[in-house]
């Protein structure tokens, strides 16, 4: 592959579909899970995060997953309902994943997810016919590494999803979201997540995982690995200094920093992934969508809660305009 996604010829039909495994989380204000006695349920997960995230600025998305048939399936599918985001459901035999934070705003928040044996992981492929019939449509289609490594299930939906997208002409974004407890083998880690990055048209690797996925945490380090595998664009997220972002034929750029007052990082990165594909599905050039996505990434570091950290187009823009 070679050139910058923005001027391929395929991904601007309209939409994005995200998929992967919602979470019904339990949030505590409160140092330490050990410590916690109060929690305030919310409904989150990476794919969903980036879903709403698209949806808040402007950009048409359908999240697709797996419920349980059980209590938490049932809040989860009500608050999909509420949330006005298209989603392709299914319902099936295990439990939905379950996940507690706690946190008092003075770091980043403990988080204990439970994922084993879900629903999703064992029937994650049961959502495919419903999400086939939607991708001639659709122009993009974002994945992640957390539902490569939720189980074996999951993984070959997702890559039979990257096939199909690819084969219907649809762009691809990915994530690698490292869940390094969803890995008992690490070579065998680094060897699917690149497989997907090779096939992917943006890649958009966190620093701290890079390091772990390719030996460096030197970001044109870990851009020039992505572009070798065959990505046509990069954007490394540095956290608090903001992104680095390059395509395949040499252009290389640092997103603007935002200074703002962090009280929960969870989502960020997917704020990010959500800012950078609505500005390079907008459009916008290279400086301008990942100077949108870092500004999405940092106002979602400004409020609790993953669905309604998201912020709206009149936000990020009123960020952009006023830094």
Known sequence: ?????????????????????????????????????????????????????????????????????????????????????????????????????????????????LRRGTAFALSAPEVLPGVAALL????????????????????????????????????????????????????EMRDVLHAVAARADLVLPGVEEARLLTGSADPEAVVAFYLGLGAREVAVKLGARGAVGATADGNLVRSRRFAVEAVDTVGAGDGFAAGYVAGLLGGEPLQGRLDRAAAVGALVTTRTGDLDAMPDRTEVDALLAAS
């Open 1 to 113: 592959m070679a050139g910058d996604v923005s001027g391929a010829g395929r991904g601007h039909r309209g939409g994005v579909l995200t998929f992967g495994e919602a979470l019904v989380g339990y949030a505590a204000a409160s140092p330490s899970l050990a410590a916690a006695t109060t929690f305030d349920r919310f409904l989150g997960g990476a794919d969903l995060n980036v879903a709403v995230g698209l949806h808040r600025l402007g950009v048409p998305a359908t999240y697709a997953t797996v419920l349980g048939d059980d209590a938490h399936g049932d809040f989860a599918a009500e608050r999909l309902r509420a949330l006005d985001v298209p989603a392709v459901l299914r319902r099936a035999s295990g439990p939905t994943a379950v996940m507690f934070k706690a946190g008092d705003g003075s770091g980043d928040p403990e988080v204990l997810q």
């Open 136 to 187: 001639p449509g659709l122009g993009h289609v974002h994945l992640t590494g957390i539902t490569l490594g939720i189980s074996p299930a999951s993984r070959q939906a997702t890559l039979d999803l990257l096939e199909a997208a690819v084969g219907a002409g649809c762009t691809v974004s990915f994530d690698p979201n490292l869940r390094l407890p969803l890995w008992s083998d690490r070579d």
